[in-house]
């Protein structure tokens, strides 16, 4: 299981959500997903299970599958409902599940 | 950096207020760093009002991994709600700093 977080250049913003998205699995207590960044011209469709991408990409992410939108790059409550929502649907146990 | 926000860089926009402007090491980045930009007041990027900013964070980076520790502090400080908020409330450098600097207990 594969978390993506993608921007335009691989660099900035991407590796703030990657960072983000590792700490809100930690939270939770999952484990078993592996989490990476990469700019947006170097993912294909399929390279990930879920890929986490901001607002203004959203377009231009939308051939790489199950793309999460973030309105936020830096709202981890966004993001933790986000990670949520996506773990679950992915089947992905969820021991701290009760946390807020 | 510029020129890829008139392209349509509006991703530089973090959310509240916060941006970060970044840019490949290929385009001139001649040493990693990290600078802060205060605008008051707020600025629209590429006069979107849906994009309105008032910190401008600005990174370079030479390599695809020396930024990684600044990146981390970056990401520790912008998304704890306290000491973002007080950043933005900050009304001069010295206050702005003293955020900044002060260490990520999360």
Do not use: Q, W
């Not at chain 2, 370079?60 to 912008?78: F, Q, R, Y």
């Amino acid at each position: 299981m594969k978390f993506l977080a993608v921007c335009s250049t691989g660099l900035g913003s991407s590796f703030m959500v990657h960072m983000n998205i590792e700490k809100v699995l930690k939270e939770l207590g999952v484990s078993g997903i592996t989490v990476d960044h990469a700019d947006l011209g170097s993912v294909a469709r399929g390279d990930a299970d879920a890929i986490f991408v901001g607002r203004d990409i959203a377009e231009a992410a939308e051939h790489l599958g199950n793309v999460v939108v973030l309105n936020s790059i830096i709202d981890l409550n966004e993001l933790r409902i986000k990670v949520r929502t996506e773990a679950e649907t992915l089947g992905v146990a969820i021991p701290n599940g009760a946390a807020k | 950096m510029t020129d890829s926000i008139a392209a349509g860089g509006t991703y530089i926009d973090l959310g509240f207020g916060v941006a970060l402007a970044h840019s490949r090491p290929e385009n001139g980045v001649n040493e990693t760093g990290l600078s802060s930009l205060r605008v008051r007041p707020p600025v629209l990027l590429n006069d979107e009002a849906e994009h309105p900013i008032d910190i401008f964070f600005c990174l370079a980076a030479t390599d695809d991994h020396s930024h990684i520790v600044t990146m981390t502090e970056l990401a520790g400080l912008l998304t704890d709600d306290d000491r973002r908020s007080r950043l933005l409330a900050a009304t001069n450098a010295a206050e702005m700093r003293a955020v900044i600097t002060e260490s990520d207990n999360s």
